[in-house]
Antibody, heavy 119, light 108 residues
């Protein structure tokens, strides 16, 4: 079964750090772009970052650039999001998604992990 | 502009047809993909590319595009189609993605 499972969410104080993980199974992880997408409570979806299959290129939404780092370990079939200098506005459910490129969309999503930034 | 604009909400009678639109400059260059999200669940891809449904998506869902507007049509809406629908595409730079704010579809 093709599956993505996120972990690592939780409550963190403003200015703190958190590392999210996404474990992939059921497909050849190393062949695919991967993205993180977030959704603040009661709000819409926001693309956060993506990474090429080999990690050679990474792109970020402007609001997280310089604070968040996307990475992957193809040997472990895992995607990561290191989040530093967290702000209240980063509070959201974070989803990892298999990224087939702009034409094909995000075809597989995890169940999401909640990040709450609050004192 | 890197924004995609959607109507906040639409309603449709059971069995009737509803069209959800998404407007943005980037849609002149890139196709939109469409996602269905029900409360407490992850989004599900329902349409991508010119008009392609992933496996398992009912054929009552279809997509189209003209100029700066992409559309998702549900022909013969069912109660289970009640959900939020989001469009997504590249932004004008081509390296980033952008989502519309979402359209809440209510089936009456």
């Amino acid at each position: 079964e093709v599956q993505l499972v996120e972990s690592g969410g939780g409550l963190v104080q403003p200015g703190g750090s958190l590392r999210l993980s996404c474990a992939a199974s059921g497909f050849t992880f190393s062949s695919y772009l991967m993205s993180w997408v977030r959704q603040a409570p009661g709000k819409g979806l926001e693309w956060v970052a993506n990474i090429k299959h080999d990690g050679s290129e990474k792109y970020y939404v402007d609001s997280v650039k310089g604070r968040f780092t996307i990475s992957r370990d193809n040997a472990k079939n895992s995607l990561y999001l290191q989040m530093n200098s967290l702000r209240a506005e980063d509070t959201a459910v974070y989803y990892c998604a298999r990224d087939l490129g702009y034409y094909y969309g995000f075809d597989i999503w995890g169940q999401g992990t909640m990040v709450t930034v609050s004192s | 502009s890197s924004e995609l604009t959607q109507d906040p909400a639409v309603s449709v009678a059971l069995g009737q047809t509803v069209r959800i639109t998404c407007q943005g400059d980037s849609l002149r260059s890139y196709y939109a993909s469409w996602y269905q999200q029900k409360p407490g669940q992850a989004p599900v891809l329902v349409i991508y590319g010119k008009n392609t449904r992933p496996s398992g998506i009912p054929d009552r869902f279809s997509g189209s595009s003209s100029g700066n507007t992409a559309s998702l049509t549900i022909t013969g809406a069912q109660a289970e189609d009640e959900a939020d629908y989001y469009c997504n595409s590249r932004d004008s730079s081509g390296n980033h993605y952008v989502f519309g704010a979402g359209t809440k579809v209510t089936v009456l």
